[in-house]
């Protein structure tokens, strides 16, 4: 007998034993010995349905932590129901732009609504005989100007928003360039600086944007490499729809240097930059292409008549037939200038919501073109 006052009732069948209580309760459960469980005698109940002392022990018999559901699947309660989602905190950017220019192109402060500066054009100098007739020589100066546009980023994130948003981190939200990495994660305790940091680096990718395809004939833009190279096209080499090759490379830089400039970085489109690469490759053999570092950025370098030069693509260029270019800037006359540079300002609550702004006062200039080059008109590699 146990200590519940059930006599044990056990068989040894070799070296198996098997406990006859345990074999009853599986079948009966509770019911009490000589029960009778169903049949016609006069008082006696179908203990055989579910809701039954019968089906209630077989189901508890059957029941198992289970992980799969499916319609009306309430005994699931004991798996999947119990278990809660497990969401990465990490937010990946899926409509990501990498900025190098933004980071390279130098940024100087700038007082007022236009970026102004002044040229001069010298005349010659002349060599005279003794005591001859002393005429000067008038330089020619000149103004130039160019207004100041207006960046803008405008987030709102609800209350209820704020209160039920657990922290995450934003993948990639530190400004980068275009290889090793996007960038270091950005922690975002709440809702409101999730959309700050996205916000932040929404307008970070127009930057990137406007200095290379803005247009001020667009409102609100200041004009960018592909305008401004398009209004001056003196040192222009123009493929025509054509392959280009390191002679040309050679070519474009050496109008620069004609001109008074020192190119000393290349950008261009990937599929220009992949081009580049074979050319370098072809003419190597197979010598790897030596990549060293610049402004932090890993990438290829042209070894020029003014010296090495890297080469940095940039997402926001073109890969089209006749609109591939390669761009050799002298970054001592290209410049953003910044009235006021990334702001963060909340605007006028007028619901249950928080509102604000991210905003940029600046132009992007280059003050003289002619120290510049490029190469223009480039065939599309994969057509």
Known sequence: MDNRGKIKMTANL?????NANSAYEQSFGTLGDKTCYSGERIGAADLRSEAGTLGQAYNASLKAFNVTTGAGASHDVYGKLLIPLYLDPQIIDIS?????LVEIVPRVSNRGLYAEWSTISKHAAFVAAEDAAMAETNDTYARESVAIRYLYAVGRVTGQAIAATPSFMMQGMSPSG?????GADASAATAKQIEVLAKARAIK???E????NGDVDSTGEYDGLVQQFTDSTGNNVAMSTGAFDLGDINHAIQ???DDGGR?????????TYADLEALIQAKQGFVPIAKNVFWGYETIQLQTMVGTMPVIPSMQMLNTTALKTLYFLDLSVCEMRVLQDMTYEPLAKTNDSEK???KIYEAFIIKNIAFCSAITGIATSYA
């Open 14 to 18: 070799g070296n198996v034993s098997v």
């Open 96 to 100: 990501r732009k990498y900025t190098p």
């Open 178 to 182: 275009f290889n090793g990495g996007f």
């Open 205 to 207: 990718e127009l930057e």
């Open 209 to 212: 944007d406007l200095i290379v």
């Open 255 to 257: 109008l620069a240097f």
């Open 263 to 271: 190119p000393n970085i290349a950008t261009c489109g990937s599929e």
């Open 356 to 358: 604000f702004m991210m």
